[in-house]
Each structure stands twice: as C-alpha cells, then as structure tokens.
C-alpha cells in the first residue's frame, strides 16, 4: 500500500523525506479502516512493514525525484470480509488516505507557520508554488480506504491472491 509520497496534494500539502521517513516507522503496526472512521468494527487490516521507497526516473510536481511510504499489511481471510477483499482484489477498493498529526505546517513561500503568512496555498509567486510542507510527525493513527484521496498515488499497489488461504497481502 502507498500510503504517502512526497508530492503535492489535493489540499496543496506535502510531506518532504525527512517527514516520510519518520511516518514510516510510525505507521508500522497501525490499522486500515474505512472513510476514517475510527470503530472497532472498522478494522480491516494491520500494517506489519513500512518504508520509504524511492521511483527512479519518476518526478513529483515539483520536479524532485518522487518517493512514497509503501507499507505492507496484512488481513484475515473470513467470511465476513470476503467481499471487501473481492473488492481489493478487483481494483474496486484501492484509494487510501492516512490520519496522522503533525507538529508544524510551514509555507513553502516564505517558511512561516501556514497560516500566518499572506501566501495562498495553491497560487505562484515569481514561479514558485505555494504549498503547506507538513513536518515534524507526532502521531499516525490509522490509514483508511476512502474514495477520494488527497494524495493522488496513495493506494494498494499489490497484493497476493486466493492461493494464500490464510491471510491476503495488499
């Protein structure tokens, strides 16, 4: 599962590598839900590895080389999810989103606190982008499957398949 990259999203936000690398160690344990909604009968799927991958020859908007956290998860196979892993397996659910927290939020401008700058996510200025730089992680609470990620990559990128009678990988 790509769970976060380095590329700027749909909220005009991006995580650097120092962040994702951080995230990864975070993230490693934690449970996939649905939408984000944190219930116990939400809970799909667990995150047993994680780390930052690196894409040669791929670039992110900024023109950098592209990265992402890619975790690995796992779930049981029961009969109460068959239809949700029929739904992975089929490409149907894919798109995931992580709940994290973050320390700061700076201007890719200006390097102030977002926020308290006049710069407008979103907007150029003398050719740069302006965009919030999330750093400093304090928490990962979950990743989710969800219809429209922020961040565009963010997915399950494989998984195995009926021939793992035990557990699916995403």
Same mark, same amino acid.
């Given at each position: 599962? !790509? @769970?976060? %990259?380095? %590329?700027?999203?749909?909220?005009?936000?991006?995580?650097?590598?120092?962040?994702?690398?951080?995230?990864?160690?975070?993230?490693?344990?934690?449970?996939?839900?649905? %939408?984000?909604?944190?219930?116990?009968?939400? +809970?799909?799927?667990?995150?047993? *590895?994680? *780390? !930052?991958? =690196?894409?040669?020859?791929?670039?992110?908007? @900024?023109?950098?080389? =592209?990265?992402? $956290?890619?975790?690995?998860? =796992?779930? $049981?196979?029961?009969?109460?999810?068959?239809?949700?892993? @029929?739904?992975? #397996?089929?490409?149907?659910?894919? #798109? !995931?989103?992580?709940?994290?927290?973050?320390?700061?939020?700076?201007?890719?401008?200006?390097?102030?606190?977002?926020?308290?700058?006049?710069? $407008?996510?979103? *907007?150029? =200025?003398?050719?740069?982008?302006?965009? /919030?730089?999330?750093?400093?992680?304090?928490?990962?609470?979950?990743?989710?499957? !969800? /219809?429209?990620?922020?961040?565009?990559?963010?997915? $399950?990128?494989?998984?195995?398949?009926?021939?793992? /009678?035990?557990?699916? +990988?995403?």
């Amino acid at each position: 599962v !790509v @769970l976060c %990259d380095n %590329d700027v999203d749909r909220q005009m936000e991006r995580f650097d590598e120092e962040t994702l690398e951080q995230l990864a160690r975070m993230f490693v344990g934690k449970t996939g839900i649905c %939408d984000h909604q944190p219930k116990t009968a939400n +809970q799909l799927a667990r995150i047993y *590895q994680a *780390q !930052v991958e =690196y894409f040669p020859g791929k670039t992110n908007l @900024l023109g950098e080389p =592209y990265c992402a $956290v890619v975790a690995k998860a =796992y779930m $049981v196979r029961t009969e109460s999810n068959r239809d949700l892993i @029929l739904e992975i #397996e089929a490409g149907i659910k894919k #798109e !995931v989103s992580v709940g994290c927290s973050m320390g700061r939020s700076v201007c890719s401008i200006c390097g102030a606190e977002s926020g308290t700058c006049t710069h $407008v996510r979103g *907007q150029t =200025y003398d050719g740069k982008l302006c965009f /919030a730089e999330l750093k400093d992680p304090t928490d990962a609470y979950e990743w989710s499957f !969800v /219809a429209v990620p922020a961040q565009r990559n963010a997915g $399950v990128v494989k998984h195995f398949g009926p021939e793992r /009678a035990e557990l699916s +990988q995403l």
